[in-house]
């Protein structure tokens, strides 16, 4: 799942936000991105490939959900 | 907030970008260039829907093969669960567009001789797909292509619009109305024919498939359409922690799945197609293994030949990204054996239109994965071929209509949009139930192995009634804080809609037939049969059984695939 942006390295430029098919994320007043809605990623990778200053880490575990068996998280 | 309303007239609505909508939209400027199209997605302009994170493999009949011979594949396959004319007609087209996306400039594979590489599926006789060239961003490249097919087209394409409701004049759709998820702006569309290609229901599941929720399908039923295939939900394999994409070109060049003793499971429950078979007999096996105290489940690459892994590596794209990423925290699916669940993903419920889209409905069409095509069995690479030619089919059908129909006008509904309005923005600012709650309930009530994969009626009836507290009690109980969080409560109550019918086709289909497995009825029952659904007197589903008519289909039913399989 979406797991940092890094502020320092946000140009702003949007292209995650405008990407994100969850819309999970968005652009602050300082106009740099922070993950509005992180309940939301599906760990699709779609902002990271977009940002063109690195400044988005997606890491590749997809969220937990609820058990198929019992007696497991899985 | 800006509730300002938008009002936007169009001669065809398209709701949904995805492959079935790119496709309508196409064909529908091509057939009626006079006329305006326009596409309206939840997601962002022209992200192209699932095809976006799609491998591109593409199955497809080329010219000189035969057609019937896929058709009787397929017959087999769903266990006579065919609409065999429908096959056919698709089939048929399906080479064109294969040979369309080539022109649009996307590359498969090729062999030494510059002929097509295919990897034949499931075990079947004819049926094979096409794999994009480039692994990781085959879908990707078939949208851009697309979207830029349509600019040229000059179809008109909106993002971050999530329709809510049908408009109607008379007996006729006649457009719809939606808000904007960023600003909550409230927009009209007057049509004078809309397309759902809004793809499936589904239960948020990540690997690229949280946006299916089914709404579109829902507003079919509403609108008078009749539903098929709710018993057929898609079972995936998939690694525990993370995402993968690749099985179906892994499985026919030798990967398999383990149990925990080190055992190729699948040669067991099917002696003749051992590990290369349909998902979801691989998941039922997976489920009884696991069951029965043998699990984990293990993906086994080892006997891949490594001349075959070019084709299997992930090159570019997410599936590199991923790849990388895993490797760096110490994960090789190539090297390790990885952990693998059974998931239920997806319904293959839709709505029971005809090959040109026709709905039953006037001036509603449909096409894509929120139509019936498949009873949750699947080949690899089906789905692009099916939405691209079905969403092709329905632009021709749309455009056919219009030749006919007379001029809709655009006034006259003020009323009845003001009441929409209203309605739709009623949950916004309220205090309740945030609408990923309510989503986790229906995930809990829906996952469990015996209500998704080894289904039996005590376990379906105990869900029933979940779903339906839920429906009752928590879905009405939703707010949402902001329009964002309205689209999601959308989302919400249309995936408890999908779950309830999910739920009740599958107990009304007491037998095993194609992607249904009824544990408390292991054997198939008589005819093939269809499932269908409409909406009765007090807006309650009504179920109908349609014998499939094989008197008037080219192809008897003489073998069955899930005859290749004993579970019980
Ligand atoms: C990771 C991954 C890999 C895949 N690989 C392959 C492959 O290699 N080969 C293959 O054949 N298939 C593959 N598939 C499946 C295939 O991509 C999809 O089944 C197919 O693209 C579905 O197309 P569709 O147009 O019917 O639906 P979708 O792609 O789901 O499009 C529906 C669109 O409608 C929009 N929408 C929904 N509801 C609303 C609403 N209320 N208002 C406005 N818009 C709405 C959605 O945002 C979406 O864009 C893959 C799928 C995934 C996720
Ligand atoms: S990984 Fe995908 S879903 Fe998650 S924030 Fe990035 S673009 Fe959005
Ligand atoms: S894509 Fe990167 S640089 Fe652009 S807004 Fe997003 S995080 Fe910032």
Redesign the interface.
Known sequence: MIERIDAEKCIGCGQCV??????ALRLNEEGKAYI??P??C?????C??ACPSGALY??????Q??????D?D? | MNYDAEVITTDVLIIGGGSAGLWAAKRFSEAAPERSALIVDK??KD?GGLM??AGGDFDAVLPGEDVDAWVQDLVYYFDGLCNQSDMEEILRRSGDRLRDYQKFGCEFFTKADGTLQSVPQRGLDHVRLYPAKLKGRGGELMVKNLVKQLKDQKVGRLG?IQITELLRHGERIAGAVGFD??SGKFYVFHAQAVILATGMGGW????????PTGEGVALGYGAGARLMHFEFGRVWNMP????WEGQTTLMPLGGRFINALGESFMDKYSPILGANTDPHYTTIAM?ME??AGR?PIYFDLSRINPADTVLLRPQN??QK??YD??SA?GMDLFRDNTEW????TVSYGGIDADIYGRTGVPGLFAAGTACATEPGVYAGGFALMTTSVTGHLAGEGAAAFLQGADSLPSTGQEAEIARLRTEAFKPLGQQGLKP?EVV?CI??AM???DV??LKTENALLHALREIQRIRTEDVPRMAAADP?YL??LREADAMAFVSELYLRASLARQETRAGHYREDFPQRKGEPRWLLWSKGAEGKPVATWKTVPLESYKHPVTRYYQDNFRFA
């Open positions: 405008r990407l994100c098919p969850l819309d509005a809605y309940e939301d599906m760990t699709c990778f779609i990271e490939r997606v890491h590749p575990f997809k969220e959900l609820p058990s198929v068996f019992p497991s899985a | 997601g962002p992200w976006t994170m971050r998820t960023l948020k599941t990540s690997y690229g498939k949280n946006t525990r922690y993370f995402g489920a696991i069951r699990g794209g997410w990204l991923n990423k895993l925290l669940v059974p998931q239920m990923k986790t995930q809990r996952f469990p192995y998704s994969i964002h689209m999601k």
